[in-house]
């Protein structure tokens, strides 16, 4: 193995098992702080560990399954177009963290439909909306540009409290990307429950998902 490969930053899924991960260098929970973390580490992913983030063999005795469905009917990409800026949006993609809505109310306000105008803000607002938007759920272009997510370039992986892993930069290879997805930044299902595995399709936040709970 060459040594590039070998420091290769990268994610497996190990099929109804955990999530594998090799040299990543920052492990972090959504306040901030770091997770020691190994070389090598195996990452619960169905919501059932007792010793989350890591991977304790629970998901044997739950049965669990790392199948995704058949998800082609919610993979939409939704397009809102403004004067000087065009929002994409993909709702399968979405974990709903709401880093939109609280963040640019006016702009994105799902009582309102639709729920994307992004003419009721500046562009610099709505573009530092999609660049904080964890799931590339969102894009956005100007008039004769190519629709952008607006990725860091750093490298990490941050847990969400009762929520998903936040990706950015580790490469996950062998997966169904959904349309006008982001290879360098998304999310990943860590309760067990979303129908577009491996990634998170918000279904933690419609049941209210815990992650100190476990089962
Ligand atoms: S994932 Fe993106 S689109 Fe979905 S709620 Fe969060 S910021 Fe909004
Ligand atoms: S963590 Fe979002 S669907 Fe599982």
Redesign the pocket.
Known sequence: MSEETESKVTIEEREDGPLVIKNLPLLENSDGSEVPKRPVMALCRCGASKRKPFCDGSHMAIEFKSAPEDVSDRDKVYTYEGKDLTVY?NKVL????????TGLKSV?DPARKPWVDPDLGSVDEVKK?VA????G??RFSEPDGPETHLESDDCYIRIEKNGPYHVCNVEIENVRWAKGASQKKFVLCRCGKSGNKPFCDGAHYDVKWKDDETG
Request: proline letters at 6%.
């Open positions: 949006y979405c974990s709903h963290a709401a880093e939109c809505s994105f909306i904080d938007c964890p799931s759920a969102l």
